[in-house]
């Protein structure tokens, strides 16, 4: 990479940081209703708190916003045409970001959301199938958390049955693998 590469890269991935740390449910908690919503239920700031805190239809306004985050972070890499790797890291930041906000002393959502976003410009006609897999998943259960682990386990069989290229396999490992940490851990 020469000089001008490497710092567009550097930007791309602290954009996608910054991106992913946009507290979603949090400001919307506190514009619709006055309330931090990690104050109830989980104690997460993601779409599924705020869904159940703030209505459904909020919570799927946050689910959306905050998918909209890790594909905008990625959408910016590929206008300035950064690196596949720099791509990844840029996913990577924006989960984490997300996940470990800084506006919120390191909390945050669990980041699902933010990975179907990355999913859905990486991998869009797998993601179409995964969430037509999830609705069902959600829908015969009633439970988010049993839906998140199908989704992401279907996601990750899928990128490999379809021999996508062993960088994305490896991105959706670490992206399962960091909703999977952060989920457990809180």
């Known amino acids: 990479l020469d000089h001008e590469e490497c710092m567009e890269s550097i930007v791309v991935i602290l954009v ?3 991106l992913g740390s946009v507290p979603t449910a949090y400001l919307m908690g506190r514009a619709l209703k006055g309330i931090d919503v990690r104050d109830s239920g989980s104690g997460n700031s993601g779409a599924v708190n705020a869904g159940r805190q703030l209505g ?5 306004l946050v689910l959306a916003l905050d998918a ?3 594909a905008l972070a990625l959408v910016i890499g590929q ?3 950064v690196p596949a790797l720099t791509l990844y890291l840029a996913a990577v930041l924006a989960v984490v970001g997300h996940s470990y ?8 959502g669990k980041g699902a959301a933010t990975v179907l976003g990355i999913s859905a410009l990486m991998l869009w006609q797998i993601t179409a199938i995964v ?4 609705a069902i998943i959600l829908l015969l259960t009633r439970r988010p958390v049993w839906t998140m682990g199908g989704v992401f386990v279907l996601l990750n069989v ?5 021999a996508q290229g062993l960088g994305l396999i490896v991105l959706c490992l670490i992206l399962s693998t960091l909703v ?3 989920h457990f851990s809180r």
Do not use: C, I, Y
Request: hydrophobic fraction near 50%.
């Open 16 to 18: 996608a940081f910054l």
């Open 56 to 60: 459904k239809g909020v919570g799927m």
């Open 68 to 70: 909209g985050k890790g």
């Open 79 to 81: 206008v300035l045409q």
């Open 101 to 108: 906000s800084p506006f919120l002393r390191f909390r945050g």
């Open 131 to 134: 969430v037509v897999a999830g």
């Open 158 to 162: 899928l990128t490999v049955v379809t």
């Open 180 to 182: 999977s940490v952060t």
